[in-house]
Protein backbone atom coordinates (compact mmCIF):
# COMPACT_ATOMS: atom_id res chain seq x y z
CA UNK A 1 0.00 0.00 0.00
CA UNK A 2 2.34 2.89 -0.92
CA UNK A 3 1.18 6.21 0.44
CA UNK A 4 3.09 8.88 -1.11
CA UNK A 5 1.17 11.86 -0.93
CA UNK A 6 0.77 11.75 3.02
CA UNK A 7 2.93 12.50 5.55
CA UNK A 8 3.45 9.17 7.99
CA UNK A 9 5.52 8.73 11.55
CA UNK A 10 6.02 6.18 13.88
CA UNK A 11 7.26 6.68 17.36
CA UNK A 12 8.02 5.38 20.66
CA UNK A 13 5.19 7.20 23.19
CA UNK A 14 6.37 7.48 26.27
CA UNK A 15 5.01 6.44 29.60
CA UNK A 16 3.25 9.62 30.79
CA UNK A 17 1.97 10.94 27.58
CA UNK A 18 -1.43 11.11 26.27
CA UNK A 19 -2.14 10.04 22.59
CA UNK A 20 -3.53 13.34 21.09
CA UNK A 21 -2.05 16.97 20.67
CA UNK A 22 -4.00 18.98 22.98
CA UNK A 23 -6.92 19.40 25.21
CA UNK A 24 -10.24 21.48 25.28
CA UNK A 25 -10.09 21.16 29.15
CA UNK A 26 -7.17 23.81 30.34
CA UNK A 27 -6.85 21.83 34.21
CA UNK A 28 -6.13 18.97 32.18
CA UNK A 29 -3.69 20.53 29.22
CA UNK A 30 -2.02 21.90 32.59
CA UNK A 31 -1.45 18.70 34.29
CA UNK A 32 -1.37 16.47 31.02
CA UNK A 33 1.78 15.70 28.30
CA UNK A 34 0.76 15.25 24.83
CA UNK A 35 2.35 14.20 21.19
CA UNK A 36 2.91 17.79 20.37
CA UNK A 37 5.48 17.79 22.79
CA UNK A 38 7.69 15.06 20.96
CA UNK A 39 8.14 16.68 17.84
CA UNK A 40 6.64 19.49 15.44
CA UNK A 41 3.86 17.83 13.41
CA UNK A 42 1.57 18.56 10.50
CA UNK A 43 -1.87 20.05 11.42
CA UNK A 44 -3.73 17.71 9.90
CA UNK A 45 -1.60 14.47 11.87
CA UNK A 46 -3.26 11.82 13.36
CA UNK A 47 -3.13 9.03 15.68
CA UNK A 48 -3.37 5.34 14.38
CA UNK A 49 -5.70 4.10 17.42
CA UNK A 50 -4.25 5.00 20.59
CA UNK A 51 -2.16 3.87 23.63
CA UNK A 52 -3.20 4.91 26.85
CA UNK A 53 -1.54 7.01 29.19
CA UNK A 54 0.20 4.37 30.99
CA UNK A 55 1.12 2.46 27.88
CA UNK A 56 4.17 2.63 25.72
CA UNK A 57 5.48 1.45 22.51
CA UNK A 58 4.75 2.21 18.90
CA UNK A 59 2.55 4.61 17.79
CA UNK A 60 1.68 5.22 13.92
CA UNK A 61 0.16 9.09 12.95
CA UNK A 62 -0.80 10.12 9.32
CA UNK A 63 -2.02 12.69 7.54
CA UNK A 64 -4.56 9.41 5.78
CA UNK A 65 -7.62 8.76 7.21
CA UNK A 66 -8.15 6.14 5.34
CA UNK A 67 -5.18 4.10 6.46
CA UNK A 68 -6.48 5.17 9.85
CA UNK A 69 -9.56 3.36 9.45
CA UNK A 70 -8.17 0.55 7.86
CA UNK A 71 -5.58 -0.14 10.58
CA UNK A 72 -8.35 0.13 12.88
CA UNK A 73 -11.11 -1.66 11.55
CA UNK A 74 -10.13 -4.44 9.36
CA UNK A 75 -8.12 -6.60 11.61
CA UNK A 76 -4.81 -5.63 11.25
CA UNK A 77 -2.83 -7.31 13.99
CA UNK A 78 -1.44 -5.35 17.18
CA UNK A 79 1.55 -7.04 19.21
CA UNK A 80 2.06 -6.32 23.03
CA UNK A 81 4.64 -7.35 25.32
CA UNK A 82 3.13 -7.02 28.86
CA UNK A 83 4.27 -7.51 31.95
CA UNK A 84 2.12 -9.04 34.69
CA UNK A 85 1.55 -9.09 38.19
CA UNK A 86 2.34 -12.64 38.82
CA UNK A 87 3.69 -15.27 37.40
CA UNK A 88 0.78 -16.49 34.77
CA UNK A 89 -0.66 -19.97 34.86
CA UNK A 90 -1.05 -22.15 31.49
CA UNK A 91 -5.15 -22.23 32.32
CA UNK A 92 -5.03 -17.96 32.61
CA UNK A 93 -2.77 -18.25 29.07
CA UNK A 94 -5.55 -20.77 27.27
CA UNK A 95 -8.58 -18.18 28.41
CA UNK A 96 -6.77 -15.19 26.86
CA UNK A 97 -6.13 -16.98 23.32
CA UNK A 98 -9.94 -18.59 23.42
CA UNK A 99 -10.98 -14.55 24.63
CA UNK A 100 -12.66 -13.45 27.93
CA UNK A 101 -15.15 -11.28 28.69
CA UNK A 102 -14.59 -7.54 29.25
CA UNK A 103 -16.38 -4.35 30.08
CA UNK A 104 -16.85 -2.11 27.27
CA UNK A 105 -19.23 0.64 27.40
CA UNK A 106 -21.32 -0.55 30.05
CA UNK A 107 -21.69 -3.49 28.28
CA UNK A 108 -20.21 -6.94 28.18
CA UNK A 109 -17.75 -7.56 25.12
CA UNK A 110 -16.22 -11.24 24.20
CA UNK A 111 -12.80 -10.28 22.82
CA UNK A 112 -11.84 -12.56 19.85
CA UNK A 113 -9.16 -14.82 20.19
CA UNK A 114 -5.79 -13.76 20.49
CA UNK A 115 -1.79 -14.65 19.71
CA UNK A 116 0.08 -15.45 22.73
CA UNK A 117 3.04 -16.58 23.97
CA UNK A 118 4.93 -17.08 27.27
CA UNK A 119 7.96 -14.81 27.11
CA UNK A 120 10.54 -16.81 28.61
CA UNK A 121 12.83 -14.13 29.40
CA UNK A 122 12.34 -10.48 30.22
CA UNK A 123 12.33 -8.56 27.36
CA UNK A 124 15.04 -5.59 27.65
CA UNK A 125 13.30 -2.62 27.43
CA UNK A 126 14.33 1.02 29.00
CA UNK A 127 13.66 1.39 32.79
CA UNK A 128 10.27 1.84 33.59
CA UNK A 129 8.58 4.78 35.04
CA UNK A 130 9.01 4.30 39.10
CA UNK A 131 5.18 5.18 39.30
CA UNK A 132 4.77 2.05 37.93
CA UNK A 133 6.05 0.09 41.08
CA UNK A 134 6.98 -2.46 39.81
CA UNK A 135 7.38 -6.21 41.67
CA UNK A 136 7.00 -4.32 44.80
CA UNK A 137 4.23 -6.77 46.11
CA UNK A 138 4.81 -10.42 44.10
CA UNK A 139 7.11 -11.44 41.12
CA UNK A 140 6.24 -10.41 37.31
CA UNK A 141 6.16 -12.15 34.64
CA UNK A 142 6.07 -11.40 30.99
CA UNK A 143 3.73 -12.58 27.90
CA UNK A 144 3.43 -11.17 23.86
CA UNK A 145 -0.49 -11.11 22.80
CA UNK A 146 -1.30 -10.13 19.39
CA UNK A 147 -4.95 -8.91 18.90
CA UNK A 148 -6.90 -7.98 15.83
CA UNK A 149 -9.22 -5.23 17.30
CA UNK A 150 -8.27 -2.40 19.51
CA UNK A 151 -11.21 -1.68 22.17
CA UNK A 152 -10.53 1.07 25.16
CA UNK A 153 -7.76 -0.51 27.40
CA UNK A 154 -8.50 -4.14 25.81
CA UNK A 155 -5.12 -5.62 26.56
CA UNK A 156 -5.21 -4.46 30.31
CA UNK A 157 -8.83 -5.67 30.61
CA UNK A 158 -8.17 -8.75 29.51
CA UNK A 159 -5.38 -9.61 31.59
CA UNK A 160 -6.78 -8.03 34.78
CA UNK A 161 -10.08 -10.95 33.64
CA UNK A 162 -8.10 -13.37 34.19
CA UNK A 163 -6.61 -12.88 37.65
CA UNK A 164 -3.25 -11.27 36.31
CA UNK A 165 -3.43 -7.39 36.12
CA UNK A 166 -1.15 -5.63 33.75
CA UNK A 167 1.92 -3.60 35.11
CA UNK A 168 3.42 -2.34 32.21
CA UNK A 169 2.58 -2.85 28.67
CA UNK A 170 4.16 -1.75 25.19
CA UNK A 171 2.97 -1.91 21.80
CA UNK A 172 5.87 -3.76 19.85
CA UNK A 173 4.07 -4.02 16.14
CA UNK A 174 1.21 -3.14 13.85
CA UNK A 175 0.74 -5.23 10.95
CA UNK A 176 4.66 -5.63 9.36
CA UNK A 177 5.47 -2.13 11.31
CA UNK A 178 7.55 -2.75 14.35
CA UNK A 179 9.20 -0.69 17.01
CA UNK A 180 12.92 -2.00 16.08
CA UNK A 181 15.16 0.22 18.20
CA UNK A 182 12.81 3.58 18.60
CA UNK A 183 13.96 4.95 22.00
CA UNK A 184 11.57 6.73 24.20
CA UNK A 185 9.57 9.88 22.96
CA UNK A 186 11.90 9.18 19.63
CA UNK A 187 10.08 10.46 15.93
CA UNK A 188 10.96 8.73 12.36
CA UNK A 189 8.52 9.99 9.37
CA UNK A 190 8.33 7.62 6.99
CA UNK A 191 8.11 7.41 3.24
CA UNK A 192 5.17 5.20 3.46
CA UNK A 193 3.17 2.66 5.43
CA UNK A 194 3.00 -1.18 4.59
CA UNK A 195 0.88 -3.21 6.14
Known amino acids: MSLDSHSHYKIYKPFGILSQFISNDDKEARKKRFLGELHSFPQDIMPVGRL ?4 EGLL ?14 MGIEKEYHVQLDGEITTEAMALLQEGVEIGFHGKRYYTKPSKLHYLEEAPTYFEPDPKLRIGRHRPTSWISIT ?8 VRKMTAA ?28 VKEISL
Open 52 to 55: DEKS
Open 60 to 73: LLTTDGKLSDTINR
Open 147 to 154: ITEGKFRQ
Open 162 to 189: VGFPTVRLIRVRIGTIGLENLTPGEVVQ
